[in-house]
């Protein structure tokens, strides 16, 4: 009976709070059940939805590894940690803006230097351990900071940037203890966020503990990586540093792909769950997963290994651009390891490769054919107050504008029609997925006299589109050029989606 009296009290004096609260200003109970305005008319976010910097990181699409350290010398793949520094001598002094240079006429957008393996050597003097580039003896080494040079020379071609740094540490006898992330590697990190605020990411392997040098003590070590790390406060010391920066594998702001061969799921979804092992999922992701978690798929230019060796040869610039249609065609940006030899440069069979490849890459996607197109567009979405969400949105190269259909027409066409045919052989689309991934369903259909439609790709999962998917309209990766096909008109029928669906851009070559 107390508690009865007690809530009937407590109730009347909210009403007679409520109702002075009008009497005085009667516009509060009107802002209490008013919709927030949208005089814009946006379509409504599907969450998960990309951070700014995640935004940023996944227009970056195609970009480097530079393998290159202690490996490159004593001709392994991942040293023990107890190598001298004298091993590290390059014949020549290292030279990252050539790294840079060669792969910028790839069509690449920037890169990630490797200044710290597993082995624990570290290619800038940094003052959290003796085992760095200063003392090497080698007279190419001298006065050398790969760090600070691939940093100038990025910001000086304008290309983005940033650093891999193994939190496994092979060499350091603190390692497995608290001392060891608080003193070493942290610090480490911190470092080189300094090189530059403008970095774009920063790669953690996931290569966590086994057997080491450790200072001498020559054993196995174990640790829990979900843990040890820290990783909360890795991310917060290093986003004040460089805000744009995403922390990859450890630092669980993009999910690696799943494999090591250059290849993403067809289905390819953006969303993922914490703890699901990549080797299992990374490849496409889940639908209805909780964190925008986009996949980074890394892969090697060159076999067999990651680091240069005397073995060391280029992919042929076809295979290339099969790998690049399987990754950035499917939703996935893609790291391609490039290694510089001893001299501290890239071969000359890699930097040859590489302009055949920038050469087909920019030949086979040069005229955008939808621009020339009349686009229809079954439904479109009412303007807002200054933005429009018009079908041309798709075709003005601009990212942060966008067609969208009205609210809850899941099921849409787009075509795009020419007054004379066109050979076609690919069609990119590309979500607003700022807004979120919403297309669960589509399909590509073409016609030569205006009337009958034919199905294209017929190999191909038209499934999931995401930020980027490249359609080859013969249905093969491996062989996807050919001699394309005479169409009067393509059309993007989007069959199914979480919501109504929001595109920002359709392109055809």
Known sequence: MNNRF??????????????????????????????????????????????????????????????????????????????????????????????LEAVQAAGMKGGIAVVKHHDGFCLWPTASTDYNISHSSSPNAQGVNIAELFAKAAQELHMKYGFYVSPWDRNNGQYGTDSYVKDVFLKQCAELAKY????????????????GYYGGKNTTIHIDRSTYYDVPNLRDSIHKLSPNIILWGVGGEARWIGNEDGWAGETNWCN??????????????????????????????????????????????????????????????LILNCPPDRSGKLPQDQVSRLKEFGKMLKSRFQTNLAKSATIEASSTRAHGATRSYAANNLIDENPDTYWAAEDDVKDVTLTLKWNNPQTVRY???????????????????????????????????????????????????????????EARAIRIHIKDAKACPVMSEIAIY
Not at 42 to 59: G, K, L, N
Not at 294 to 299: C, K, L, M, Q, V
Not at 459 to 467: D, E, L, M, N, P
């Open 272 to 333: 993922e769950n914490r703890g699901v092992a990549p080797e299992r999922n990374g490849m496409y992701g889940t639908e209805n997963g909780w964190f925008w978690l986009p996949g980074e798929s890394d892969a090697k230019f060159t076999n067999p290994g990651w680091f240069w060796s005397q073995k060391s040869k280029p992919m042929t610039a076809e295979r290339t651009f099969q790998m690049y249609l399987e990754t950035v065609g499917r939703n996935s940006t």
């Open 6 to 99: 007690l809530h009937g009290v407590l109730t009347a004096l909210a009403l007679t709070a409520t109702a002075t609260s009008f009497a005085q200003n009667p516009t509060v109970m009107t802002l209490q059940t008013q919709v927030a305005p949208n005089p814009e008319n946006e379509p409504r976010p599907v969450f998960p939805v990309p951070s700014d910097r995640q935004w940023q990181w996944q227009q970056t699409e195609f970009y480097a590894f530079f393998h290159y350290g202690m490996n490159t010398y004593v001709n392994e793949e991942w040293g023990k940690g107890n190598e001298s520094p004298n091993s590290f001598a390059p014949t020549e002094k290292p030279d990252p803006r050539q790294w």
């Open 427 to 485: 069609v990119t689309l590309q979500e607003y997925v700022r807004l979120g991934q919403r297309v669960k369903s589509f399909s590509v259909e073409y016609t030569t006299d205006g009337s009958t439609w034919k199905p294209l790709a017929n190999k191909v999962k038209q499934t999931t589109i995401g930020y980027k998917r490249i359609i080859p309209l013969n249905g093969s990766t491996a062989n996807s050029y050919g001699s394309g096909y």
């Open 196 to 211: 530059g605020s403008d970095q774009f990411e920063m790669w953690f392997d996931g290569a966590n503990g086994g057997d």
